[in-house]
């Protein structure tokens, strides 16, 4: 994997970790931002927290494949995986949710998926 194409990998993954870790420690202000005050419940919270930690988990995956030499496609094709199922429960919500928050979060996470989805040919090659 060439140099540039691993500090792509690395970015993404350290995004993720970044937004994950921000899931976790503050789910209500995560709520508020993506979904409205209104959607800030405990219930909520929680699934928030559940998304923090795969996110983190997928990110720091990566980043250990990346530090050991290890094979990283099977983690941006999960990371992608996850996106995609974000965007589609995005869709299946917007009616109940306020449209401008629910088109920023789903463009979000389908400019995740094209990131991915453009790297994984790139270290698919590779170790």
């Known amino acids: 994997m060439n140099v540039d194409t691993e500090q792509q990998v690395r970015a ?3 995004g ?7 899931f976790l420690a503050a789910p ?3 709520l508020r931002n ?5 959607h800030d419940t405990p219930v909520a919270r929680v699934a928030m927290r559940m998304v923090g930690g795969r996110d983190i988990a997928l990110g720091v ?6 530090r050991h030499g290890a094979p990283v496609r099977g983690w941006l094709e999960a990371a992608a995986l996850s ?11 917007a009616r109940h949710l306020p449209k401008v928050r629910v088109l920023g979060a789903g463009l979000s996470a389908a400019g995740a998926v094209v990131m991915a989805r453009r790297l994984i040919p790139k270290v698919a090659a590779t170790p």
Request: proline residues 0%; aromatic residues 8%.
């Open 16 to 22: 993720r970790v970044v937004l994950g870790a921000s």
């Open 83 to 93: 996106d995609s199922t974000d965007v589609v429960a995005s869709l299946f919500a």
């Open 28 to 30: 209500g202000l995560s």
């Open 34 to 38: 993506w979904l409205g005050r209104e």
């Open 61 to 66: 995956g990566t980043i250990f494949a990346l």
């Open 12 to 14: 993404l993954a350290i």
